[in-house]
């Protein structure tokens, strides 16, 4: 033990050694005054502070850029997706057989336990986080973030929270199996969660800690940067539908986020310094779920309120409509933000808790349906008699409706304690919200994605592998989750390993034949997930290069939002090397005839 | 027809979250009529401070952004018809303009499709 | 747009601290909470350091070091004060250090602050005859 405290020790004196060389180095670069001369006085302007930026690994290290920030937040999104999809893939391929096919339970249930965090903490979170950096400012006209240095340091306790939510797999060999990842599904329901000595469950609540920390800073930054950066001709009446989405998801962080950090902080406490919070003596296993789910549920519309921001603004522009009842998505979007707070105990109808509290958060929980449906009517009726162009990101938008009608329809059966009393811990769960995490949220993210593509490369994606991807996607996301619909229905439970159970609990061969299709469609997902980033490596590295700021000639509808004009005069200054903001308008207009031309290639 | 001092459009717009507090409203009263499980101060007053204190908290925060949204409507306007010789108000007002645009808008683009 | 008041006109878009302060709280979370001594110790101070070097970037304060040391002192104190309010008077002694999960933690936390207040306080005491 001694041996290692010095190792640690000095690991750590060369680690600060190593950080205050590095600081008196970048010093040198650091003392910099940008603006000096006063000439260019474009501090939005993306080509002309490139070059102020320091160069290299350097640059992405120290950035405070908004932009800059969003991509790194993409990156890391889409590498924890890459993670969380090959563990799914794992699951399924275990699932394959009654008797499991290449996991042992232990490594099963960390893997399942990860792959729920991972999707839900490190790929949903932070790829929402990476389209608001990018375009709230953009489309709100700030020049930054109001806070940009929080914004990174909030970037940057992501990529710890990662390796530490993921550290039993890499401990696990070195160790002997002395630190194992965590079991304890992501739920982390006590006192299995309190019990398991596996020192990485600790380090897993950690992460889950900081990228909890992260989020709430990430969400004071947009709140910030919503009510008081917002340029001069942007106000509450007519501030796009992603902004208010995003303001409204903070504000769920802000009272939903602190609340994990501490409970977790309690766990942590139980584990190790033996406090009682959630023993029987004590507190009860019972607070802990009341406390997670309180975090949980708004976690919930955290996950999807911006993606239906996202879907609310991407789907008019394809369907030549402007979105049919804007002010209702608005205050439909705040109601589900306020009665998201009522509705946590739902996930605990089959606790035993009183039957009259119950009664309340289903009345709750069934209201809150209706901001929901509201939406989905709004999208539905903005596409009627529209000119539709079906585009990759527009064919995500309708997947997303698609996909969302039947992920919410079963939350509504889910919310009638009866029904959830019959259903609870199966499979039908487990499709519910599969449905709305990939179907929707995952969709929408795609959508987002393809749709601001030319915007964040420059360049334009490989449109048949876009609808390669769709249709891969959509059929895929259909057999799985589907099939765990019916999985449910037949009596499956959740989490298991293995299911070679008796006949009597569920029909042997219906199930291992669901199963089956599950897994199937799950490699068909994993396909198009492989095109997809096969399109979005490729396409930025060789893809055509976008000549005119309106690559979807939104023009014509009247649709063009800001960040389309900020990356039109980003091209202009970039052609005419310089040239002053006040021309940008007359050029834009002269562009329209050549856009118009080319839109046929549109999809 | 003026109600909490909105105008009839904003009211119209709000009634999008009515429904849900209609709901919740229809389940306070109906568990308030029907108690099943009897009455017990500590869990039916639990039951009732849940459900209403959802309910008005969605109706404060519906009134403040009914509120804000039309207060800043109106500034719009007065700002539009204030400045109207000015070319460049013009050309804003044209982005900002989304309801009444959004209905004119998709009329026109119905009629050469048909 | 780009005018606005407030806005430093030596506005930059990098800076070396937010790298630092996460990986600071990292470590000192790690630390703390698993009970590591060493990098509880070097994950607070690279936590106040930074914290005093993105404050002084950003202009909020001119020097780092007042702030280092105030961040020293907080951290002794809380330290300080939760070993005095929830561990017996007997078990706060030097022999006890590396006996009993959360002695040793106020420990490296005290430690860490200590060696803020003196960081701090040297720096301080340097930069003023230097100049």
Known sequence: MAVGDLLLTGLMAVLLVGIIAALTRIENWRSYTPLAGGGTATGEDGAVLNREKPAGIIRWLTTVDHKDIGLLYGLYAIIAFAVGGIMATLIRVQLVVPGGAILGANAYNSILTSHGITMLFLFGTPIIAAFANYFIPLLIGADDMAFPRINAIAFWLLPPAALLIWAGFFLAPVTENMIEPAQTAWTMYTPLSAEQTNPGVDLMLLGLHLSGVAATMGAINFIATIFTERGDDVNWANLDIFSWTILTQSALILFAFPLLGSALVMLLMDRNLATTFFAVEGGGPLLWQHLFWFFGHPEVYILVLPPMGLVSLILPKFAGRKLFGFKFVVYSTLAIGVLSFGVWAHHMFSTGMDPRLRASFMAVSLAIAIPSAVKTFNWITTMWNGRLRLTSPMLFCIGFVSNFIIGGVTGVFLAAIPVDLVLHDTYYVVGHFHYIVMGAIAFAVFAGIYYWFPVFTGRMYQRTLGKAHFWLSMIGTNITFFAMLALGYLGMPRRYATYEFDGAIAPLAQVSTYHLLATTGAFILLVGQLIFIWNLLQSWLEGPKIEDGDPWNLERDGMLDKEWEWYDRKLETAITDGGEDETESALTDGGVPEGDASRSDDN | MELFGFEKETLLDLTVNVIPLGIILFFIAAFAVVSPFGLDPVFSGLQFSLMISMFLLLAVLTYYAGRAVEDAERAEEEHATLDDPDGATELADDDESTEDDAELGSDDEGLPEA | ?131
């Open chain 3, 1 to 131: 747009m780009e005018e606005q008041p407030g806005l430093s006109d030596q506005y930059r878009t990098a800076s070396p601290w937010p790298v630092f302060v996460a990986l600071g709280l990292v470590l000192s979370e790690i630390g703390v909470f698993i009970g590591l001594f060493p990098v509880a110790v070097f994950g607070l101070i690279l936590f106040g350091g930074s914290v005093a070097g993105i404050l002084t970037e950003s202009g909020y304060v001119t020097r780092p070091w007042p702030t280092l040391v105030g961040v020293g002192v907080v951290l002794a104190f809380i330290a300080a004060g939760l070993a005095v309010a929830y561990l017996p008077a007997a078990n706060i002694a030097v022999a006890n250090i590396g006996n009993g999960p959360v002695f040793t933690r106020l420990v490296a936390v005290a430690v860490a602050g200590i060696v803020m207040v003196a960081m701090g306080g040297v720096g301080s005491v340097m930069e003023q005859t230097s100049v």
